[in-house]
């Protein structure tokens, strides 16, 4: 069984910072593509960061310069670094993970966290 456990966020100020975390377990699932997501009430869901098991990295246009998507592929984990929040960067954020477990392809999400900006 493979879950991914979010951690991070809450109530910021708008300049500030937040670093969420996402933990895939599941030792025999081979993780490609680590993504971040959020959607706002009332709004799409949204692509936010991309990164690869290689270590390529996309960004939304409008979070590009202020949020970095580290990865740890020792410990399956993954980070949202933001930085130079915003109010409309309000919203429920959530962490995928595909890959590939016993030969198929499979997409695992995680359980969404807060992350609230005050202006």
């Known amino acids: 069984q493979v879950q991914l456990v979010q951690s991070g966020g809450g109530l910021v100020q708008a300049g500030g910072s937040l670093r969420l975390s996402c933990v895939a377990s599941g030792s025999s699932f081979r993780i490609d593509v680590m993504d971040w997501y959020r959607q706002a009430p009332g709004n799409q869901r949204e692509l936010v960061a991309t990164?690869?098991?290689?270590?390529?990295?996309s960004y939304a246009d409008s979070v590009k310069g202020r949020f970095t998507i580290p990865r740890d592929n020792a410990k399956n984990t993954v980070y949202l670094q933001m930085n130079s929040l915003k109010a409309e960067d309000t919203a429920v954020y959530f962490c995928t993970a595909e890959g590939t477990l016993v030969g198929t392809r499979r997409l695992y999400w995680g359980q969404g966290t807060q992350v609230t900006v005050s202006s």
């Open positions: 990164i690869t098991s290689g270590g390529t990295t």
